[in-house]
């Protein structure tokens, strides 16, 4: 146990569905982080929040919506995905002081869009 | 981006031996941190190395970092069948952490 709860575990959905995905911190870090892990990909960044601001946004489709209602939450909302977004969806959690500090995961959400 | 790369992609041992995996990156770094993977599971952390640094241990794992070569390198010692996982190193720089595609290990019984 990391102290970062994904949930769910496996998801499936259409390309119309809409879903999200949701992650919770326990150890009272700053900043929090969605990652996409594609087979043999090096993992992508795609959103990273800093007190609850979105700092970055890795060019990632609007498709993907992100939210981070306080510190300890954060959320990935899914409309209208493609096949090509099916990978494992990381959360992190981070204290960031003079860098970015040690990264700690969830255990992903595996998405799968048929 | 400043990616790190690990090599090789892949490695199979015997229960026992040591594994060493490397990972070079391309441009200054502040820190370069390992991370294990269990198949289909979120990254654990392992060690991080800041950039003043030559060498770190932590149990069984020994972790150097050469920036003149832009390279660093992790030796797991006496390896499990529980080392069985992906490694990947990162590296951070200016508040941007980037990993690299992982090696693969196999620890065979």
């Known amino acids: 146990e990391t102290g970062v709860t994904q949930t769910p575990r496996h998801l499936v959905m259409g390309m119309t569905n809409k879903k999200s995905l949701k992650c919770e911190q326990h150890l009272g870090h700053n900043a929090m982080y969605w990652y996409k892990q594609s087979a043999k990909k090096p993992l992508e960044l795609m959103f990273v929040y800093n007190f609850k601001e979105q700092t970055e946004n890795n060019s990632v489709p609007s498709r993907f919506s992100p939210e981070c209602p306080n510190s300890s939450h954060l959320f990935l909302h899914l409309h209208t995905l493609q096949p090509e977004d099916s990978a494992l969806y990381l959360c992190a959690s981070s204290q960031v002081s003079q860098g970015r500090g040690e990264l700690f995961f969830g255990s992903g959400t595996q998405l799968s869009v048929l | ?109």
């Open chain 2, 1 to 109: 981006s400043q990616q790190g790369e690990e090599d090789p992609q892949a490695l199979s041992i015997q229960e026992g031996e040591n594994a060493t995996m490397n990972c070079s990156y391309k441009t200054s770094i502040n820190n370069l941190q390992w991370y294990r993977q269990n198949s289909g599971r979120g990254l654990v952390h392992l060690i991080l190395i800041r950039s003043n640094e030559r060498e770190k241990h932590s149990g069984r794992l020994r972790v150097t970092l050469d920036t003149s070569k832009k390279s660093s390198s992790l030796l797991i010692t006496a390896s499990r069948a529980a080392d069985t996982a992906s490694y990947f190193c990162a590296t951070e720089n200016d508040y941007k952490l980037s990993f690299g595609a992982g090696t693969t290990v196999t620890v065979r019984a």
